[in-house]
């Protein structure tokens, strides 16, 4: 009996060497990371970049840090396993060309748009998390401020994505440039 139980161990005794595990923190981080990778590239939700990740796990046999490592090596241009970043860019791609379910354009919010000077105001918002996001990774509250900008502009636009809701509101500015353009400049306008 050399060792000592680890409840008896006096203080000054190092602890055991480690058994090469990640540790759960250092994991969390990393998919932190990628999350906000995922929701600034795509763009798309933080649920919506967690499924990303989970789902190119699960299609691939691998860990989820091992998915979490190859959304920063998009990121960052770094050359990783060849079939983790394909799986990746598949299941991005997929979740860019989705079609959600609409049953009408009354659902989708179509009578009523929001002025244009607000959604302008609130895009130029969202593209600044979505920079800002990209810049510090490991910030969990510039990720936080990147999904509340995502809810709002989908609420904005009455659509469920942020990708879709990112397209509407680009369409309907380009719209209302070119109808403040096409309008005639004279006294009676």
Request: with cysteine; net charge neutral; hydrophobic share 40%.
């Given at each position: ?6 409840r008896n161990r006096p203080l000054d ?177």
């Amino acid at each position: 009996m050399d060792e000592a139980p680890a409840r008896n161990r006096p203080l000054d005794t190092p602890l055991p060497p480690s058994t090469g595990a990640p540790e759960p923190n250092a994991i969390h981080a990393a998919v932190g990371r990628a999350t906000g990778i995922l929701m600034a590239l795509v763009p798309c939700s933080a649920d919506s970049a967690r499924q990303i990740l989970a789902g190119v796990a699960q299609s691939t046999g691998a860990r989820v840090e091992d998915v979490a490592d190859a959304a920063l090596a998009l990121h960052t241009d770094c050359d990783l396993p060849g079939s983790l970043t394909q799986a990746l860019r598949r299941s991005i791609d997929a979740t860019l060309t989705a079609r959600p379910l609409r049953t009408s354009d009354s659902a989708r919010g179509r009578g009523v748009r929001p002025e244009p000077r607000l959604l302008r105001e609130h895009l130029s918002h969202f593209r600044a998390m979505r920079r800002r996001t990209f810049a510090a990774l490991d910030d969990a509250c510039l990720r936080s401020e990147l999904e509340n900008a995502s809810y709002t502009l989908c609420v904005l636009m009455g659509e469920r994505s942020t990708h879709l809701a990112l397209q509407a509101a680009e369409e309907l500015i380009a719209a209302h440039r070119l109808l403040l353009r096409s309008r005639p400049s004279g006294p009676d306008c």
